[in-house]
């Protein structure tokens, strides 16, 4: 299973990726919002991992910019934020 993990915190993205590489999944992580659009409009995931306050833009515009087109529309996303 392909994820993209988008966080900008440089110690979580290491410590999440690892985590998650060690129980066998392939992982590509950034750390911007149009970064993340990015990789998603030019690879193949099964799921994102995404945070909601990144720089570039934000977790929230992303996640509408995926729910928008049919490539990624109905694309699993689990939400990693501190917001409350």
């Known amino acids: 299973m392909r994820l993209l993990l988008v ?4 110690d979580l993205a ?3 990726s690892k985590t998650l590489r060690h129980s066998g999944f392939a ?12 990789s998603l409009l030019t690879q193949s995931y099964d799921l994102i ?10 977790g929230l515009d992303v996640l509408r910019r995926l729910r928008s ?11 990693l934020t ?3």
Not at 7 to 10: L, Y
Not at 51 to 58: N, R, V
Not at 69 to 79: C, D, G, N
């Open 7 to 10: 966080e900008d915190h440089t």
């Open 14 to 16: 290491t410590w999440v």
């Open 27 to 38: 992982v590509d992580t950034v750390g911007r919002g149009d970064h993340a659009l990015t």
């Open 49 to 58: 991992i995404l945070d909601l306050s990144l720089p570039g833009m934000d």
């Open 69 to 79: 087109q049919e490539k990624t529309a109905r694309l699993p996303v689990l939400v």
């Open 82 to 84: 501190a917001r409350s």
